[in-house]
């Protein structure tokens, strides 16, 4: 599985924001080789689930979980131009 290359089927409004979630992920990160964000469609929303190295998990989190929020809001942000709910999940 390419973590980097968008994916050939599957809807053309989706890769950007996953794209979108890898890019900002790998520029925090010391190990951007190990980011992996997986994206699954809901209902009412789409969940992404990040995943890094787990000395990195503090980086993406942040003091407080301010780098977390800020991710999310990014996130939220771009898809509202799509009028669809998007939700950031962390994973440990």
Same mark, same amino acid.
């Given at each position: 599985? $390419?973590?980097?290359? #968008?994916?050939?089927?599957?809807?053309? $409004?989706? #890769?950007?924001?996953? /794209?979108?979630? %890898?890019?900002?992920?790998?520029?925090?990160?010391?190990?951007? +080789?190990? =980011?992996?964000?997986?994206? !699954? +469609?809901?209902? +009412?929303?789409? =969940?992404? /689930? %990040?995943?890094?190295?787990?000395? +990195? %998990?503090?980086?993406? !989190?942040?003091?407080?979980?301010? $780098?977390?929020?800020?991710?999310? $809001? =990014?996130?939220?942000?771009?898809?509202?131009?799509?009028?669809?709910?998007? !939700?950031?999940?962390? !994973?440990?």
């Amino acid at each position: 599985m $390419t973590e980097g290359a #968008p994916s050939a089927g599957g809807s053309e $409004t989706a #890769p950007p924001l996953r /794209e979108l979630v %890898l890019y900002l992920a790998r520029a925090l990160v010391e190990h951007p +080789d190990e =980011v992996a964000v997986e994206e !699954i +469609d809901e209902a +009412d929303a789409t =969940v992404f /689930e %990040l995943k890094v190295a787990e000395s +990195d %998990l503090g980086r993406v !989190i942040g003091r407080q979980g301010r $780098t977390a929020k800020a991710l999310r $809001t =990014v996130l939220s942000a771009a898809s509202a131009k799509m009028k669809r709910r998007a !939700i950031l999940e962390i !994973i440990e």
